[in-house]
């Protein structure tokens, strides 16, 4: 399996414009995770599916931001519109959710807003 | 809620020291308890784990034993490489009455000099 796959790896976009994030997560894997690393506030979850189904969406900062997981092998992440502090990097991750529900992560995908 | 509080860094070590990373956790029932290691511009990716008390997790010559009368899963390696400098992430899942998404420590930053 190649893993989990993110795209793009890089974004840089100005202030105000839409960005979308992809995940393809492990065939197999029925949980899929987004979440957010800065130097200031280190690993936030965002938002987590399971089955496809967003379970629980409270670290969704604001209405700016938007998930869904139209099918098991695809997710999106969508920031509209884009802020400054918005500048992170965005790293998805699945598992099957049984046993310990170990995570395997995406390389992320650095955003930069400017 | 679930909590761990991991040590702070940043940690620099000569090749062939001894380390400990401490992690202890806040959680109600019985956690599953990890830790994750990120390699620069990498993902996360799981270094070893524990679900049980007394259990040892272990990988590339890391050791973590999961302590319930202390709360505690202290990471330690006896002799440290190069190639260890990376950020460690403390984490746990599971419990009873949580959800299945992981609770993350801040991570502990470890340069090892040659």
Not at chain 1, 10 to 22: D, K
Not at chain 1, 72 to 101: H, M, W
Not at chain 2, 53 to 81: I, M, P
Request: negative net charge; aromatic residues 10%; charged residues 15%.
């Amino acid at each position: 399996d190649a893993g989990v796959i993110q795209s793009p790896r890089h974004e840089v976009t100005e202030m105000g414009q839409e960005v979308t994030l992809r995940c393809k997560p492990i065939s197999g894997h029925n949980s899929l995770f987004w979440y957010r690393q800065t130097m200031m506030r280190g690993l936030e979850l965002l938002i987590y599916f399971n089955n496809n189904v967003p379970i629980d969406d409270s670290g969704m900062p604001e209405d700016r931001f938007s998930a869904k997981m139209p099918n098991a092998s695809f997710s999106t992440l969508k920031i509209q519109p884009s802020e400054p502090r918005d500048s992170a990097v965005y790293f998805c991750a699945s598992s099957y959710s049984s046993g310990a529900n170990v995570l395997t992560f995406g390389a992320g995908s650095r955003l930069t807003v400017l | 809620g679930n909590s761990v509080t991991q040590m702070e860094g940043p940690v620099t070590l000569s090749e062939e020291a001894f380390l400990t990373i401490n992690c202890t956790y806040t959680a109600t029932g019985y956690p599953s308890l990890f830790w994750y290691v990120q390699y620069p511009g990498e993902g996360l990716q799981l270094l070893l784990k524990a679900t049980k008390a007394d259990d040892k997790g272990s990988n590339k010559g890391f050791e973590a034993t999961y302590r319930k009368e202390t709360t505690s899963f202290h990471l330690e390696k006896g002799s440290v490489q190069v190639s260890d400098s990376a950020v460690y992430f403390c984490a746990l899942n599971g419990g009873l009455g949580s959800a299945r998404q992981l609770t993350f420590g801040s991570g502990t930053q470890l340069t090892v000099l040659p």
